[in-house]
């Protein structure tokens, strides 16, 4: 028998933060030639050389705001820890990730594996908070029988419990799976993980560009509030995701662009194209964008 840790059966993701016709659509990203990035190769190729890229610049800007392990997109992890309640029999949780999106599962007791008991997690027991949940108790819960069969209770202040729990974080982000036309009131995405009823979503598809506002989720099918305006193919990204962490990515991939040393062609401001070395290119200056527009999503974890 052996014991895994518990947060490396997240449901993690790998969800690219923009989409090829993003970067290729970018003002940023105008004077960059992607069309040579792999030399000879088709536009099918160079697609997904581009498209293999901004799955690197994604990565570099989780890296960047969540350290090793944590993703802006939004995931389900299961964390554990050692806590005792307060005075006011509350156990203030602060987890890995944020922002917290829901609480899904919450275990208590005097010890790991059987000595967990389920709490159960209502809009009564538990409340969440951007950066930290808290998790209270009522009289049914916290109670054990003894070797004596007298009842008492675990969930006492300043009591160490170990405890674990199953939340949602991050923002969500995900790709239409299939086309939806204009006056469609449902869309189907890749993945659904962070979406809640109620929510905003932005559609990113260039002139297309529109928000919508979710009713309700059944598996991956959103339905929506109102119908979408435009039709929008498959492909087309669906986030919650602030704005300026998606520039962020393009400025990484423009950066990634530029390392290579080649292919990144500038056209000049007479509308010719000149050819660039390694170090007129200047790749620094786009990382350096990017880190700038991702520092306020840094997250230092801590707990209380």
């Not at 999106?101 to 409340?127: H, M, Q, R």
């Not at 309700?216 to 929506?224: E, F, P, R, V, Y």
């Not at 990484?252 to 530029?258: M, P, R």
Request: proline fraction near 4%.
């Amino acid at each position: 028998m052996t014991a895994t840790a518990s947060w490396t059966q997240q449901s993690g993701r790998v969800e690219p933060y923009v989409s090829v016709q993003e970067v290729l659509s970018s003002a940023s990203a105008a004077a960059i030639d992607f069309s040579n990035l792999i030399e000879n190769g088709s536009a099918a190729v160079q697609n997904r050389a581009l498209y293999e890229l901004i799955v690197r610049a994604s990565a570099m800007a989780d890296r960047y705001t969540m350290g090793q392990y944590g993703t802006l997109n939004a995931t389900s992890n299961t964390e554990n820890g050692r806590y005792r309640p307060n005075r006011l029999g509350q156990i203030v949780v602060n987890p890995h990730f944020t922002p917290i999106i829901a609480v899904t599962d919450f275990k208590s007791g005097y010890g790991p594996g059987n000595g967990l008991w389920d709490i159960e997690v209502t809009a009564d027991t538990c409340s969440i908070e951007r950066e930290q949940f808290i998790m209270t108790y009522t009289s049914s819960i916290g109670l054990i029988s003894g070797p004596l069969t007298i009842s008492g209770g675990y969930w006492a202040p300043d009591k160490e419990l170990f405890c674990q729990w199953t939340y949602i974080n991050g923002y969500a982000n995900s790709f239409t799976s299939s086309q939806v036309t204009a006056g469609s009131t449902t869309i189907t995405l890749n993945d659904t993980t962070g979406v809640i009823a109620g929510q905003n979503l932005f559609i990113w598809d260039g002139v297309n560009d529109e928000y919508v506002t979710v009713s309700s989720i059944s598996g991956n099918t959103l339905t929506l509030a109102n119908p979408v305006l435009f039709t929008h193919g498959t492909g087309v990204n669906v986030s919650a995701l602030p704005a300026d962490v998606k520039q962020a990515v393009i400025h990484f991939v423009i950066g990634l662009v530029k390392q290579r040393g080649q292919g990144g062609i500038v056209i000049s401001e007479t509308g010719e194209p000149v050819a660039t070395t390694p170090k007129a290119q200047n790749s620094m200056e786009d990382f350096l964008l990017a880190y700038d527009l991702l520092h306020p999503f840094r997250v230092v974890w801590s707990r209380s």
